[in-house]
């Protein structure tokens, strides 16, 4: 019986951490560079739209993927366009493309409400997902969950091991620097905003047609400024963002079925979990804030001036 229950909790929590990951992870890049973007909610939310909007039209699973990825990057370039281009302030104009985001998806999306799409195929590895408990857990998810796992493989080996990662954190840390030796800061920021759009976008096309395969309005729920806490919360390191994806991802599952075994506490409370221990981790980081300081890139939110 326990075990009946403990392969659905797992599973659930495996989906509920996917779209945090992506997002997180691509998040991770673009502040490498030396860039915040607060727009990623927005980015999820459009890339969601996008994508079920293009399963229901198509049917294709892989269009509406590389829709929602499409949709974060559309949105990536704007914000890019006017923080590193147009020098305007990256918090606040993050902030503005996510109310953007989000009423323009409300917009777009008023029509799909009440469709149901049948989601990503579960993929079937022969002899390995017939394993008991390990079998299903490990083997038994659609693509792009292994896909969220290869993707925070690769921004780490990159970010470490190679010259596109070792120019990337140079702009972040110093971008006079990286300017003064030949470098162009604006194009290695562009593409690291763009590389964290298509990956929120990823990340909102999977709710919308996997974790849940419908349209509801305000779907992200927050997930981008989760993901945006796990950045800090992971020292700005893939991996650690990936895992504090699935403690994010534990503790979201764990409170839907702490209400459906009948815990006695208020619904309400159970659902707000995950957005109090999102505000307990950035409280216990912001107790060492010269730590903190530490890790994150020297020139994060610093816009670049030629003229400096």
């Known amino acids: 019986m326990s075990v009946d229950w403990l392969i659905p909790a797992l599973l659930t929590i495996v989906t509920a951490a996917t779209p945090l990951v992506f997002a997180a992870v691509g998040e991770v890049v673009v502040e490498k560079a030396g ?3 607060l727009g990623v909610e927005g980015m999820m939310i459009i890339g969601a739209i996008a994508a ?12 509406a993927i590389l829709a929602g990825a499409g949709a974060g990057v559309l949105l990536a370039v704007i914000f ?12 606040a104009t993050g902030l503005a493309l996510t109310i953007f985001g989000l009423g323009l998806s409300a917009l777009i999306g008023h029509s799909y409400v009440g469709k149901t799409f049948g989601g990503l195929a579960k993929l079937y590895i022969p002899w390995l997902s017939d394993i008991p408990v390990i079998g299903p857990v490990l083997f038994g998810h659609d693509a792009l969950v292994y896909l969220s796992v290869v993707s925070v493989a690769i921004v780490a080996w990159v970010l470490t091991r190679t010259r596109t990662g070792l120019l990337i954190r140079a702009v972040g840390e110093n971008h006079d620097a990286a300017h003064s030796i030949g470098y162009s800061v604006t194009m290695v920021r562009m593409g690291a905003i763009m590389f964290g759009g298509a990956m929120a976008g990823i990340g909102g096309a999977y709710l919308s047609v996997a974790y849940t395969p419908l349209w509801v309005e305000n779907m992200t729920a927050g997930r981008g400024w ?7 919360f992971a020292s700005w390191k893939p991996w650690r963002a990936f895992f504090g994806a699935y403690l994010f991802g534990g503790i979201t599952i764990i409170q839907l079925y702490a209400q459906g075994m009948g815990v006695e506490v208020s619904a309400q409370f159970l659902s707000m979990l995950p957005y109090i221990a999102t505000i307990a981790v950035l409280v216990v980081i912001s107790r060492d804030s010269a ?3 530490l890790d994150a890139p020297a020139c994060l939110a610093k816009n670049f001036h030629t003229s400096a």
């Open 80 to 91: 890019g366009v006017l923080t590193v281009y147009l020098q305007s302030n990256q918090v």
């Open 35 to 37: 860039v915040l973007n």
């Open 291 to 293: 730590r903190a300081r």
């Open 226 to 232: 989760i993901a945006l806490a796990l950045v800090v």
């Open 52 to 63: 079920f909007g293009t399963a229901i039209s198509t049917g294709n699973e892989v269009l």
